[in-house]
Structures are given as structure tokens and as C-alpha cells.
T-cell receptor, first 119, second 111 residues
Framework: SQTIHQWPATLVQPVGSPLSLECTVE??????LYWYRQAAGRGLQLLFY??????ISSEVPQNLSASRPQDRQFILSSKKLLLSDSGFYLC??????????????????FGPGTRLTVL | SQQGEEDPQALSIQEGENATMNCSYK?????LQWYRQNSGRGLVHLIL?????REKHSGRLRVTLDTSKKSSSLLITASRAADTASYFC???????????FGSGTKLNVKP
């Protein structure tokens, strides 16, 4: 069965410090991977998605970057955190959207999230 | 933006009552999904409805989709205290790579 891991679970960082959040998926190959941010009591904002190694798309301009060094590893980074980077960060994966050349609808599976507080 | 928007933002009902949440979106979709989130946790997929479907059932869940009005509704029948959570709709684009989530409906079911 597939599992998704995120760490750390919580993080408190000072303004201007670097950030690295890690997400790994087990039990599947070539997953689509996603990073979301959720402000308190709000919906999810799609930050990055990746359909393969070295194929990462950014949804909104921001202080963050993403990398996919391995097929099932997705990393969210920042060189200098801002106060506005505080939030709940969720990683998710979905099966590849194509099977036999035909696109299939699929669902997302979420990790437990990382609560980031920037002070 | 393709992002869905849920309505109401918050809903409080008694156990045993039905809960209805609505979602509106702006652009064409391939499918629409509903997710549940317990406080401080990740989201869990509940149900998916394709753009060529009008209604779908799963246990106590009933989802409808009206593509002409670009809206969907989620009905939870005979609610339980354990249904207390936030519920989000997500629209999925035709390339299947992007999921857009709404701001959610916070449901409180009182025992």
C-alpha cells in the first residue's frame, strides 16, 4: 500500500532563516506531487506541482521553491523566511494522470502536514 | 481562477440532521472531488464526480453536479458528531495535474 510522509510535523523559525520541508511517498512510482499552503481557517493554496523529476510548476510567485531530487521525494525550500510564510503546509500525491495513453480521473492523498510558525 | 468556493463557510447542526454544503467554480472541469479535513490534519478524499455525471452516492454521502451552473453540492444524511470537520471541494483540470481547492465549509455536529 502507498504511504506519504512529511516532516517535521511542527517548526518554529525566525524571520530570515532558511526552510526545508520534506515529503516522501512509498509504494508507488512516478506519482504527481503537490505542495499546498493553508492559512488558519482557510482553504488550500496550490504552491507547486510536479509530474516528474525536474518537472516542477509553480502556481504563484513567492518566497518559496520546490525540488524533486528523486521520483518519490518532494522538497519545499526557502532561503529567507518571511512572516507571511507561516501556515500549514501539506504535501499530496496522486497517481499519474495517464494510463495507456488515456487520461484518468484520480484523487489526491495527503500527508499529515507541517505547521510552520515564522516569528 | 478555477478555484471552487464553498457555501456556507460554517454550519452547525444537531446529530441526526442532514448537512448540505455547496461549491461553485468558474471554469470547465474534468471532475470535482470532495475532501474532509479534521482539525490540524491532512485531507481525506470522500467522493469524486465526473463532469458527465449528475449525481453520485457513497454511504451517507450524496453529491450532485450541475455543470451548466458550475456548482456542486454535498449532502451528509443522518449526521453524527464524528462528521464534525471541514469539507472542501476540489476541481480538477483536464490535464489532471492541477487540483484547485475552495475555502471550505466548517461543519459542527452537536451530539
Amino acid at each position: 500500500s502507498q504511504t506519504i510522509h512529511q516532516w517535521p510535523a511542527t517548526l518554529v523559525q525566525p524571520v530570515g532563516s532558511p526552510l526545508s520541508l520534506e515529503c516522501t511517498v512509498e509504494g508507488t512510482s512516478n506519482p504527481n506531487l503537490y505542495w499546498y499552503r493553508q492559512a488558519a481557517g482557510r482553504g488550500l493554496q496550490l504552491l507547486f506541482y510536479s509530474i516528474g523529476i525536474d518537472q516542477i510548476s509553480s502556481e504563484v510567485p513567492q518566497n518559496l521553491s520546490a525540488s524533486r531530487p528523486q521520483d518519490r521525494q518532494f522538497i519545499l525550500s526557502s532561503k529567507k523566511l518571511l512572516l507571511s510564510d507561516s501556515g500549514f503546509y501539506l504535501c499530496a500525491w496522486s497517481p499519474p494522470g495517464l494510463a495507456g495513453g488515456r487520461a484518468l480521473p484520480n484523487e489526491q492523498f495527503f500527508g499529515p502536514g507541517t505547521r510552520l510558525t515564522v516569528l | 481562477s478555477q478555484q471552487g468556493e464553498e457555501d456556507p463557510q460554517a454550519l452547525s447542526i444537531q446529530e441526526g440532521e442532514n448537512a448540505t454544503m455547496n461549491c461553485s467554480y468558474k471554469t470547465s472541469i474534468n471532475n470535482l472531488q470532495w475532501y474532509r479535513q479534521n482539525s490540524g490534519r491532512g485531507l481525506v478524499h470522500l467522493i469524486l464526480i465526473r463532469s458527465n455525471e449528475r449525481e453520485k452516492h457513497s454511504g451517507r454521502l450524496r453529491v450532485t453536479l450541475d455543470t451548466s451552473k458550475k456548482s456542486s453540492s454535498l449532502l451528509i444524511t443522518a449526521s453524527r458528531a464524528a462528521d464534525t470537520a471541514s469539507y472542501f471541494c476540489a476541481t480538477v483540470s483536464y490535464n489532471f495535474n492541477k487540483f484547485y481547492f475552495g475555502s471550505g465549509t466548517k461543519l459542527n455536529v452537536k451530539p
